[in-house]
């Protein structure tokens, strides 16, 4: 006879921790319960058993200003004596240093540590990790945490953030605001009586209200550049209670796949890079005061298409599109909630149909291109901007047009398809392909090559009849 022990780990790695999130689980399906949230509404979720006392919550829903989010929520019953909740960390009592690596690898130290009945934390032999959530941000050299966290009653994080959950030594649980109430946590001999601990940067729900809404100014914000280039970003101080810059960080780079489809910090997870990147960080500033010269680039609103057949725009976001004449336009703004802004430089406003600039329209803020006759095939369509403070923006969209029109059509296309990474010292092969080559006088073609590989454009061949630059 033989007892599985189920563990929901919580791993002190890269993000907030998604624990006070949890009561969200309690109204999921719009039904009974009572929890409504300010800052988005869940329009489908399922509901798995992953283990006996540990369920999970997959929810799909709308933002309020309209975006498309999904959320994983996992609930774990700690009064079976088969659940076990844990906060762990990668080599957490090995030389002062502990683990900073991925959930996944966080998540198998656990699997071996817990069930190793050499190790003085063991708990069982069949101790099983099923869910994981990552908790708060950690010092870069020493791996610290930097929020509240105990593992088995000991201390090995900071009080850099506010509020945090926990198990107690009793078993019960608690959501704790460090500042307001850590003191009720204590025995009567002065001694912690929480257990285990996990740190969030942010209150998700206080008092069974949703405060998100409050939390998310302080979260930070991403900026997604899909062009190479100097990029300017700054950082509104004014809503932190203090910038921890000693052996840490404020700014974080992510990659994402050409489609979108995932993002991460290493280059060799990504089907999208074949080599390492270069980030250039230059002329840091602090600004003390709104009197400052305009730095920040011009925004764009959605882009949207029409056609001769459609009743209104649309959104533009990849679609296939059965028409080929098409228009385009999107609203372009200086930041409308920075008092030093210098207004939109007119003069600079160009549009791109692949990379060919085409003509531009400019009125009232709105950047447009009229009729235009595209062949079938994707299209990128790109809209640029700079504001009289020379600050430049661009934004760019794809369409796919399907339209039969028979349109002869000429594209540079990878002789091999399947090899979108290419490792050093390989030849690569492109061809250039025309549907009707009877027609074709000249071709003129650029190619953008990607500059985290070393290409050898001396040694560059080309076909009989062709010449390269």
């Known amino acids: ?82 659940v076990v909740v844990q906060t762990s960390y990668l080599k957490q009592h090995e030389n002062g240093v502990m683990g900073m690596d991925k959930l996944i690898n966080q998540i198998a130290y ?46 090995f994080g900071t009080s850099s953030y506010d509020n945090f959950f926990a198990i107690l030594k009793d078993g019960k649980t608690a959501v704790i605001d460090y500042a307001k109430n850590i003191g009720n946590y204590v025995d009567a001999d002065g001694n912690s009586t929480i257990w285990q601990a996990a740190a969030g940067s ?39 209670k203090g910038l921890y810059l000693h052996q840490g960080y404020i700014v ?46 011009p925004v764009f609103g959605d882009v949207t298409y029409a056609s001769t057949s459609m009743s209104d725009a649309a959104v533009l976001n990849g679609q296939t599109v059965a028409d080929n004449t098409l228009s385009f336009s999107t609203k372009a703004a200086d930041p409308p909630d920075k008092s030093n802004d210098t207004g939109l430089d007119a003069a600079t406003d160009k549009a791109y149909i692949d990379g060919v600039e085409t003509a531009c329209g400019f009125k009232d803020g709105v950047m447009s291109v009229s009729d235009a006759v595209l062949a079938d095939g994707v299209h990128h369509v790109k809209f640029s901007i700079c504001d ?34 290419i490792k050093l010292g390989s030849v690569w092969n492109a061809d250039v392909v025309a549907t009707d080559m009877q027609q074709v006088q000249s071709v003129v073609v650029d190619i953008d090559l990607n500059n985290m590989s070393r290409w050898e454009l001396d040694h560059m061949r080309v076909a009989p009849g062709f010449t390269a630059t």
């Open 1 to 82: 006879m033989f007892k599985q022990i189920f563990s929901f780990l919580l791993c002190v790695v890269l993000t907030i921790s998604l624990i006070p999130g949890a009561v969200v689980a309690a109204d999921t399906s719009g039904g009974n319960g009572s929890f409504v949230s300010e800052t988005h509404d869940v329009f489908q979720h399922t509901e798995s058993t992953l283990v006996p006392g540990v369920e999970q919550y997959t929810n799909y829903a709308y933002a309020k200003d309209g975006k498309q989010m999904v959320y994983y929520v996992a609930t774990a019953d700690i009064s079976r004596d088969d």
């Open 110 to 155: 656990a699997n071996q540590k817990y069930s190793d009945p050499s190790d003085p934390q063991y708990i069982s032999e069949y101790y099983n990790v099923v869910a994981g959530v990552n908790a708060s941000f950690y010092n870069m050299t020493t791996g610290q945490p930097m929020g509240i966290t105990y593992i088995d009653g000991v201390s």
């Open 202 to 240: 942010q209150w998700l729900v206080c008092d069974g209200k949703d405060v998100t809404a409050g939390a998310a100014s302080n979260t930070g914000f991403v900026n997604p550049y899909q062009e190479p280039g100097w990029h300017y970003l700054s950082i509104d101080l004014s809503a932190y």
């Open 252 to 297: 974080q780079f992510y990659i994402s796949d050409r489609d979108g489809a995932a993002y991460d910090y290493y280059y060799n997870l990504h089907k999208s890079y074949n080599g390492r990147y270069v980030m250039y960080v230059d002329d840091i500033t602090v600004d003390y005061s709104d009197a400052v010269e305009d730095h920040d680039a």
């Open 388 to 421: 009289r403070q020379g600050n430049y923006a661009s934004v760019i969209r794809t369409i796919n047009v399907q339209a039969n029109s028979g349109l002869p059509t000429v594209k540079v296309a990878a002789h091999d398809p399947s090899l979108d990474k």
